[in-house]
Nanobody, 122 residues
């Protein structure tokens, strides 16, 4: 069964850190770009960060630049999102998704994880 599984979410205080993981099973992440999206209640799903399959190119939403770092370990078939200096507005369900190239449109992604909840609150 082909799937992406996110983990690492939780409750953290403002200013804290979390590291999300996106592990693939049933297929290799090689040759695919992986993005992290998030969706807060009542809001549209938005792209947070993307990494190309070589890891040579990464991009970030303006709202997370300088605070989040995306990386990947192809040997472990896993992509990570290190989140630091977290703010209450980062609260959302975070999803990872696979595409051929980095893209903003959710329609470009053909596999999605089930999501992991991140809550930033004191």
């Amino acid at each position: 069964q082909l799937q992406l599984v996110e983990s690492g979410g939780g409750l953290v205080q403002p200013g804290g850190s979390l590291r999300l993981s996106c592990a693939a099973s049933g297929f290799s992440l090689d040759y695919y770009a992986i993005s992290w999206f998030r969706q807060a209640p009542g809001k549209e799903r938005e792209v947070v960060s993307c990494i190309t399959w070589t890891g040579g190119v990464t991009n970030y939403a303006d709202s997370v630049k300088g605070r989040f770092i995306i990386s990947r370990d192809n040997a472990k078939n896993t992509v990570y999102l290190q989140m630091s200096s977290l703010k209450p507005e980062d609260t959302a369900v975070y999803y990872c998704a696979r595409a051929t190239l980095c893209a903003r449109a959710t329609s470009q992604y053909n596999y999605w994880g089930q999501g992991t909840q991140v809550t930033v609150s004191s």
